[in-house]
């Protein structure tokens, strides 16, 4: 679908007197967002959700926080394909991005706004704010991210039941969800011939 397609099919339409579904570049629900922890010349953990057909991409250098206090850095990269979400494993050195990735964790993710015309896709890429809920393994519950200029944008946990000033899941809970090795392990196995 694309974002004129349904320009065209809401402007037709008064949703104050027609039952039919507001039309929304993003689903309700049970759309895709993923977290790779990827360590490259910096480790930093890329935060993904999927919007308009692709990986809408921020690389965010501390990771995610349960914390509502922490302001997290999040620079916005790339759009990436949706079959990104799945990839784990060893960007060869010299390439761009080289380095090992895991995926650190995946889920679904929903918008918390109540849009009226405004598309996600809208806010995202307009309004440079958007809040959206997460059902992943390790990050549950409300997050903003808003942008502060040019590429970069602060993502921060919102206050609701989810919010936890102590996990630390970074830290605490550092392997890949897909396979529940640590990126030292991923790494180790690639690199370590198998010894018969
Ligand atoms: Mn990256």
Redesign the pocket.
Known sequence: MSKSFLKGYNEKRDFRKTGEPRGQVLGADNETFVV?K?D?TTL?Y?FRIALNGVLKSW?IPKGPSTNTRDKRLAIR?EDHPLAYADFEGVIPAGEY?G?T?IVWDKGTYRSLKDSGDSSLLHQLEQEGHIAIWLEGKKLKGGYALTRTGGNQWLFVKMRDKEADALRDPVNTQPESVLTGLTIEEVRAHIFTPLMY
């Open positions: 790779q990827h490259a930093h890329d690389a990269t991005g380095g990735v």
